[in-house]
């Protein structure tokens, strides 16, 4: 049961373009939700969280949507850059005692020069 | 820069061997986690440790096992090495004062021939 979907395994954006990369989730009891950015052969790097009282978390070229009411969160980069064409994984948790993260499968940027 | 290092980052070994990876944080970080990452699968929780000696069970534990006997090193072992457990194997760990944020180290191919 996959908890957390990413349903764009990828997504190409003409450089200087927004990206926009969606994830939903089915967990009600999720309040924190992540993004990371990971390049081949690396580990996943933090990018940018949200907790559920907001709706919208910025930094820099980076912003982080959440809706809720749908069970839907977004990252928008603006403008892309090549570098960053990676995988973006989210992540979710919630108030479960334990502060596990719950992954989706990720989705490959690629931008375009 | 979390000061995690992984050992080793790359390991060819037969079906039916022990193996056994490392992770190593200078930070004296108390939550430590390893997920596998997997084409389809995002990445998953094996197991986790908040704190020397307290470790519990991720969604993919089967064919796992860990030992934490001091704060800087969690290990990750398994038992009888199969193919299904071919992957890419990341350490993470949690700042307690981070909140929910894991930070990753580099990663360790694992290939069960």
């Known amino acids: 049961d996959q908890q957390v979907k990413q349903n764009s395994p990828s997504l190409s954006v003409q450089e200087g373009r927004i990206s926009i990369l969606n994830c939903d989730y089915t967990?009600?009891?999720?309040?924190?939700f992540l993004w990371y950015k990971k390049y081949p052969a690396e580990g996943p790097t933090f990018l940018i969280s949200?907790?559920?009282?907001?709706d919208k978390n910025e930094d820099g070229r980076f912003t982080v949507f959440l809706n809720k009411s749908a069970k839907h969160l977004s990252l928008h980069i603006v403008p892309s850059q090549p570098g960053d064409s990676a995988v973006y994984f989210c992540a979710a948790s919630g108030n479960f005692g334990n502060e596990k993260l719950t992954f989706g499968t990720g989705t490959r940027l690629t931008i375009i020069p | 820069d979390a000061g995690i290092t992984q050992s080793p980052r790359h390991k060819v070994t037969e079906t039916g061997t022990p193996v056994t990876l490392r992770c190593h944080q200078t930070e004296n970080h108390r939550y430590m986690y390893w997920y596998r990452q997997d084409p389809g699968h995002g990445l998953r929780l094996i197991h986790y440790s908040y704190g020397v000696k307290d470790t519990d069970k991720g969604e993919v534990s089967d064919g796992y096992s860990v030992s934490r006997s001091k704060t800087e090193d969690f290990l990750l072992t398994l038992e009888s090495a199969t193919s299904s457990q071919t992957s890419v194997y990341f350490c993470?760990?949690?700042?307690?004062?981070?909140?929910?944020?894991?930070?990753f180290g580099p990663g360790t191919r694992l290939t069960v021939l």
């Open positions: 967990n009600s009891m999720f309040d924190y």
């Open positions: 949200i907790s559920s009282i907001k």
């Open positions: 993470a760990i949690r700042w307690e004062r981070g909140g929910l944020t894991q930070y």
